[in-house]
Nanobody
Framework: QVQLVESGGGLVQAGGSLTLSCAASGRTVSNSAMGWFRQAPGKEREFVSA????????YYTDSVKGRFTISRDNAKNTVSLQMNSLKPEDTAVYYC?????????????????WGQGTQVTVSS
């Protein structure tokens, strides 16, 4: 079993930056693909970014390309999401997720473990 805990959310003005972190415990996730998803009020949960176990394969949804950067530290069992040039439409609860598999997927149904989420609010 894997427990995931997100941190780093908060309130920021448009154009600002935040870094989300996800700490895994229970067992190592160094062989697992990891992802970030978000859910805005009244909307479906959507894919944001994902990274393979090695960091060699990385995916972003189009709306965050060039602004967000995902990274991982397998020695520390953590994954991070650096978010720059934030926009009001980035406002959502952000979730960290892990797969048992090392292969990257963008569908939330492919992920086996989920954190509780951290709120990101971007004011205009």
């Amino acid at each position: 079993q894997v427990q995931l805990v997100e941190s780093g959310g908060g309130l920021v003005q448009a154009g600002g930056s935040l870094t989300l972190s996800c700490a895994a415990s229970g067992r190592t996730v160094s062989n697992s693909a990891m992802g970030w998803f978000r859910q805005a009020p009244g909307k479906e949960r959507e894919f944001v970014s994902a990274i393979s176990w090695s960091g060699g394969n990385i995916y972003y949804t189009d709306s965050v390309k060039g602004r967000f950067t995902i990274s991982r530290d397998n020695a520390k069992n953590t994954v991070s999401l650096q978010m720059n040039s934030l926009k009001p439409e980035d406002t959502a609860v952000y979730y960290c997720a892990a797969r048992r598999s090392s292969n990257v997927r963008t569908m939330d149904s492919a992920y086996d473990y989920w954190g509780q989420g951290t709120q990101v609010t971007v004011s205009s």
